[in-house]
């Protein structure tokens, strides 16, 4: 597989994961889903996160994780495009607080929601209950195959 990341740290918050854990958590979800495949990650703090949440999804809060898959127009054709997945944003101070909260090691915490997030680009969702479960349960799968305990 040939992943590319294009990687945009627009938060004030630390620590950060670095990008060969982003690649190691998108790679896993992505599993032998895509050959080659690019996509944005962005780490924002709560101001961007909820600016985008309310304006994109209606909500008007920071959220954790925000997932916005590629979609080429009808009307143009790219071969090249193939490879584009999507962005994701993930929001540090939520993801930060949240694993305290939780009581998650930081980092596991992340991977988490990086997974989740890629899902989501893959036209993983979980509306129903029965996509969210069996959503989670690929989560689960995957996080155990990178050593992280279920996060549910």
């Not at 895509?34 to 996509?39: G, N």
């Not at 930060?96 to 893959?122: M, N, R, S, Y």
Request: charged letters at 25%; hydrophobic letters at 45%; glycine letters at 4%.
């Amino acid at each position: 597989m040939n992943l590319t990341l294009d990687i945009q740290v627009a938060s004030s918050t630390t620590p950060l994961p670095d990008t060969i854990q982003l690649q190691q958590w998108v790679a896993a979800a992505l599993r032998d889903a895509r050959d080659d495949t690019e996509l944005s990650i962005r780490l924002v703090d709560e101001a961007e996160a909820r600016t985008l949440n309310r304006d994109y999804r209606g909500k008007d809060y920071a959220t954790n994780v925000l997932s916005f898959p590629f979609e080429l127009p009808p009307d143009i054709e790219d071969p090249e495009a193939a490879a584009l997945l999507g962005d994701l944003v993930l929001c540090a101070p939520v993801v930060a607080q949240e694993a305290v909260d939780q009581d998650k090691p930081l980092f596991d915490h992340w991977a988490h929601l990086v997974v989740h997030g890629t899902l989501h680009l893959l036209g993983h969702d979980h509306i129903e209950p029965a996509e969210a479960d069996a959503m989670e349960a690929l989560e689960v799968e995957i996080l155990n195959q990178l050593g992280i305990a279920n996060p549910y």
